[in-house]
Nanobody
Framework: HLEESGGGSVEAGGSLKFSCAPT????????KSWFRHSPGKAREALAT???????KYADSVKGRFTISKDNTRNILYLEMKNVKAEDTAKYYC???????????????????WGRGTQVTVSS
């Protein structure tokens, strides 16, 4: 249902912006989110944006990451700034039709997921 694109390699301290778009039709999207997963760690919720544009962030990325969306083209974005080595991970978008919309919600709150895009930060 969803496909991420635009990941890749970036040097520490740099910036990267990538996107997520639906590949089909038939579902709404009250809440859109970004997660990431690093080997050996649990999948981590990073940021959410709801239907009216309210954004929330996990403390680990607050002030460095920005979630946004283009309602006209139905595209979700995540912009990373001042990236660190620990930001190396596979990044996933996820969508749900139901509230609440908050990074504290667990993975199973989201029925629709992308396959992920790899981001590697080099020092």
């Amino acid at each position: 249902h969803l496909e991420e694109s635009g990941g890749g390699s970036v040097e520490a301290g740099g910036s990267l912006k990538f996107s997520c778009a639906p590949t089909g039709y038939g579902y709404g999207s009250f809440c859109k989110s970004w997660f990431r997963h690093s080997p050996g760690k649990a999948r981590e919720a990073l940021a959410t944006i709801d239907s009216v544009g309210t954004t929330k962030y996990a403390d680990s990325v607050k002030g460095r990451f920005t979630i946004s969306k283009d309602n006209t083209r139905n595209i979700l974005y995540l912009e990373m700034k001042n990236v660190k080595a620990e930001d190396t991970a596979k990044y996933y978008c996820a969508v749900t039709d139901f509230p609440p919309c908050d990074p504290v919600e667990p993975e199973h709150h989201y029925p629709y997921w992308g396959r992920g895009t790899q981001v590697t930060v080099s020092s």
